[in-house]
């Protein structure tokens, strides 16, 4: 099956401009993919936060797209990205109607810790999970963790699971400002999930005390209360807190920083990760999610103990005081991204994807869409 014959719809929360990471990646993939063979099209399933009143229209306006869809072009690959939580019964009513007319489609799993959400849901529910991800005609994930706990938990076909960790356009190499005052850079909900308290509890400690430096912290979440923290650490001068960025005002700091940080205690694959690989940042992370696939501790990037802002601190400490060690970090940076993760490779990966979809036989959702 060639690029020519598919054409690919989206269903994402938010769209991309409020859908966070899963957003900015379906705009990365839409925006590749502008003026080639494969034609991507985006429909938002939940509005641009879950709402009682706005977003069961939403889904509702999903389900009619999807149904004319059927109609007027049947061979379109519906592409589903899927969380956990609310995102797992906004896709269970979606699947269930992409199983009943017959379209084709790719479950892409998006979640930081998927079994988790999984094991605590009831049992008639759970078995309604396993029959959503096995009527599927492919599955994506973000890691190997995911991949186990598709086939062996939920029982899909290892021939249908494709490991598809995140990507981002080439940025190209540039940089703006990485001189005497770092940047650190933070990217992505401010949440405790994010390790935001301990980043900035290490930020105020005493190993970053006296060495020049500036912090920003950019994304969504609970802003006056983290502001307000970072006034209470004497913080106001150093650290700034934006809110969230589009991609282009992303794209300028990551120009411009030299450390890109998520103390995170869970992920799947994080995109701020992807991103400071392709911009050539040190970066500095936990051991969570595919994080561990990825980098190469010392080498490629640094890890830190989940939750230990000691520790952190020290990491940000040393990378603040050497300029050597930062440029070291960031030239295996920028070569892991340009061989594993531009979209000049994720690409070609994702159409094969879509031609397994497009393959797979009529019959087998019917066959295999047995129990839990």
């Keep these: 099956m060639s690029g020519r014959d598919i054409a690919v719809r989206h269903y994402g929360p938010g769209g991309l ?59 379109r690959v519906h592409h589903i990205h899927i ?40 049992a008639r529910l759970r078995a309604a999970v396993g029959r959503m991800f096995r009527g599927a005609d492919a599955v994506a994930v973000l890691g190997q963790r995911d991949r186990r706990m598709v086939v062996e938990t939920l029982g899909v076909s290892a021939d249908r699971v494709f490991v ?43 190993a970053m005390s006296g060495r020049r430096w500036r912090a920003v912290l950019a994304g969504d979440g609970p802003l006056a ?22 991609t282009e005002a992303t794209a300028a700091l990551c120009r411009q920083a030299s450390i890109m940080v998520l103390p995170s205690h869970a992920e ?28 190469t501790d010392g080498v490629t990037g640094v890890f830190v103990p989940v939750g230990d802002a000691a520790a952190l601190g020290r990491t940000l400490a040393g990378l603040v005081a050497d300029p050597a060690r930062r440029a070291e970090l960031s030239r295996a940076a920028r070569e892991l991204f340009l061989a594993r993760f531009s979209m000049a490779s994720y690409m070609p990966r994702l159409e094969a994807v879509y031609s397994r979809a497009l393959a797979t036989r009529p019959n087998r959702t019917v066959a295999e869409g047995q129990g839990a």
Excluded at 42 to 69: E, I
Excluded at 85 to 113: E, I, N, Q
Excluded at 172 to 187: K, M, Q, S, T, Y
């Design 164 to 206: 598809m960790p995140n990507c981002v356009p080439d940025p190209g190499a540039g940089a703006e400002n990485r001189g005497d005052e770092p940047l650190i850079l933070f990217l992505g909900r401010l949440s405790e999930r994010k390790g935001v308290p301990e980043l900035l509890d290490a930020l105020a400690g005493p």
């Design 268 to 295: 799947g694959m994080a995109m701020s990760v992807v991103e400071g690989l392709a911009h050539g940042l040190a970066v500095v992370t936990t051991r969570v999610g595919a994080h561990e696939e990825v980098i």
């Design 17 to 75: 401009e409020h859908g966070g990471g899963i957003g900015r990646f379906i705009g990365y993939v839409v925006d590749e993919a502008a003026g080639q063979a494969v034609r991507h099209a985006v429909t938002d399933t939940r509005g641009p936060r879950f709402s009682p009143l706005s977003s069961p229209a939403r889904l509702s306006a999903s389900l009619a797209v999807m149904t004319r869809d059927r109609i007027l072009a049947p061979q």
């Design 83 to 122: 969380a956990g939580r609310g995102s797992t019964v906004r896709k269970l009513v979606l699947t269930a109607a992409a199983r009943r007319l017959g379209c084709r489609h790719v479950l892409h799993l998006h979640d930081y810790d998927y079994a988790e959400d999984f094991n605590r849901r009831p």
């Design 225 to 246: 209360d983290y502001r307000q923290r970072v006034r209470e650490l004497g913080l106001a001068d150093r650290v700034e807190l934006p809110g969230w960025l589009g």
